[in-house]
């Protein structure tokens, strides 16, 4: 593989991924609503706390190790060395997960852990994160090396496929915890083996690159530590966070608080389709312009691809939070009506955390890891405070607020470590910190805003006592449109590109001309 492979130029990799991640957001929603109900609040709940607590795991022993594989290839595509040693390091991390809880299952701490869980379930979600994490490995490096097409291709097959099997199983009420857990470990598993291919086709895995010498092995291994080290105390913090909330609130709410708070979680998560589009597309972005010192490039990605994303996933989520309970509805039925209040404050989570991933990659390309470090020992631990505060029980001095309290916490939270991250990366590329700070509350009040009107007009239009709420969505939605087209044409900063750019962008997406695969800065030539 030399800089002379041809691939698709960002836009139209970008215009790709959202194409396949918007369709893939349906099939997610409409396999949330079969899972949620066949389930009910009590076993999904069960199901989340494990699958929740898995993957954080899974991320602490990596210390973000695959985010240095991913830059480094995105900096140098040639570089295949780092695939070869991370191919080792991946088995280790994969060893180390499933024997956790094997060992944790020896030595009688699985209550302790993992609060009224099944042993043989906790083993077979630790393989299924596993699994999971190889298809999220193995597409970083599809998108590293721009094979960003196959890969959504081959996601999207996937997905298709994972949906027909939960319905298949839903109709013959054969769909269960036991069952879920195989659907997904087969569909993740033929997921690895088509990528593995797809990659195997570019050159990657050319076979001498699985054979690294001990100098190769020691400068590679060496590298990835000097990077992931400032990162340690930052994923053990996280992940210790992450699992006190979800821990408290088993302990003193139970399982089904815990599935109405899942199930929120998860509606926000399935709307938040930016976040999967562009997330590695900018980190690659970043890692080239800062290979090359092109601050002007890296500024242009700040400004234009990230607010523009920012705006987007809130213009869907502000509508779904004012109209909370539609939505519930839809995806978990009645006996998850009680999470509409979860889910109102809960869809601003994504909007938030969209904005902090894409910011945070600047920081990871430009691999200040002690940074981000620091960042979370400060937010972290406050809030763990919090979330007791919020949730734990009244005889403590707490307010017992259940799924609801923790909700309020994730969300403030997000918002403060977000505008920390924001902080660093204006001072960085010579942003103006204020104004997008501004442009975060003014974008979240004005849609929120708008939605509220919008819901309020469709009940005028249709009867104030109206019970039909499909229709109270759907009309409210088309005046939502019309009333957010009014003020996106009128106040395009709001948006962070002009109608100029957007066409230039749009036009750039749809030819299928190729561009080198030494990195030039697309963003900055077709966004300026």
């Known amino acids: 593989m030399t800089d002379g492979v041809a ?16 369709l893939g957001v349906f099939l997610t929603f409409f396999q949330a609503s079969l899972v949620s109900r066949a389930f009910g609040p009590r076993t999904y709940g069960d199901y989340n706390l494990l699958i929740n607590f898995f993957g954080q795991f899974v991320a602490f022993v990596e210390m973000r190790s695959s985010t240095f594989l991913y830059t480094s290839i995105s900096r140098n595509r040639t570089g295949t060395r780092v695939v070869a040693v991370y191919f080792y390091v991946a088995l280790a991390i994969a060893v180390v997960v499933v ?35 190889y298809t999220d490995l193995l597409s ?9 097409l196959s890969l959504e291709r081959a ?25 879920y857990l195989t659907l997904q470990l087969i569909s993740n598993a033929l997921l690895v083996l088509v990528l593995g291919i797809a990659l ?29 080290h400032p990162l340690f105390v930052y994923t053990l913090v996280a992940f210790a966070g992450n699992y006190a909330d979800r821990w408290l609130l088993q302990r003193f709410h139970g399982s089904i608080e815990q599935g109405l708070f899942s199930l929120a979680l998860n509606i926000g998560v399935a709307f938040n389709v930016l976040i999967n589009a562009l997330h590695p597309l900018v980190m690659r972005e970043f890692s080239v312009a800062f290979e090359q010192q092109d601050m002007q490039r890296a500024r242009n990605v700040f400004t234009k691809l990230i607010l523009a994303s920012y705006t987007l996933s809130a213009f869907f989520l502000c509508y779904a939070a004012v109209n909370a309970d539609a939505f519930i509805g839809i995806v978990g039925g009645e006996s998850f009506q009680d999470a509409a209040g979860v889910f109102a404050i809960m869809a601003f989570l994504p909007i938030l955390h969209n904005y902090s991933m894409l910011s945070g990659s600047a920081l990871y390309a430009a691999h200040k890891t002690k940074l981000i470090r620091n960042i979370g020992l400060v937010t972290m631990p406050l809030g763990v405070a919090a ?33 920390i991250v924001l902080y660093f990366n204006c001072r960085m590329l010579g942003l103006n910190f204020g104004k997008h700070v501004l442009h975060q509350v003014s974008v979240i009040a004005l849609l929120a805003a708008a939605a509220y009107v919008s819901r309020q007009s469709a009940h005028l239009i249709l009867g104030a006592t109206t019970t039909n709420w499909l229709s109270v969505m759907l009309l409210g939605g088309l005046i939502y449109v019309g009333i957010s087209g009014f003020m996106f044409y009128f106040s395009p900063s709001l948006t962070g590109v002009d109608k100029r750019e957007a066409l230039a962008f749009l036009k750039q997406a749809l030819s299928k001309s190729q561009t080198s695969a030494s990195p030039e800065p697309t963003i900055s030539r077709g966004l300026e």
């Open 387 to 419: 979330t007791f505060l919020l949730i734990g029980p009244n005889d403590y001095g707490a307010l017992s607020l259940g799924a609801m309290g923790l909700a309020v916490k994730v969300v403030a939270l997000e918002f403060i470590g977000n505008n």
């Open 200 to 228: 195997a086709r570019t050159g990657v895995f050319a076979r001498q690159t699985f054979h690294p010498t001990k100098l190769e092995m020691r400068s590679t291994l060496g590298d990835m530590v000097s990077y992931s």
């Open 99 to 133: 024997l956790f809880p094997l060992f944790a299952i020896a030595v009688g701490a699985r209550n302790a852990i993992w609060p009224d869980q099944n042993a043989l379930t906790i083993i077979a979600v630790s393989i299924v994160s596993v699994v999971v994490w």
């Open 155 to 179: 996601r999207m097959v996937s997905r298709i496929l994972l949906f027909i099997a939960v319905a298949v199983a839903m109709r013959w009420t054969l769909l269960n915890f036991q069952s």
């Open 140 to 148: 970083k490096i599809c998108d590293a090396v721009g094979a960003t």
């Open 7 to 22: 691939l698709d130029s960002f836009p139209r990799r970008f215009i790709y991924k959202l194409a396949t991640n918007v």
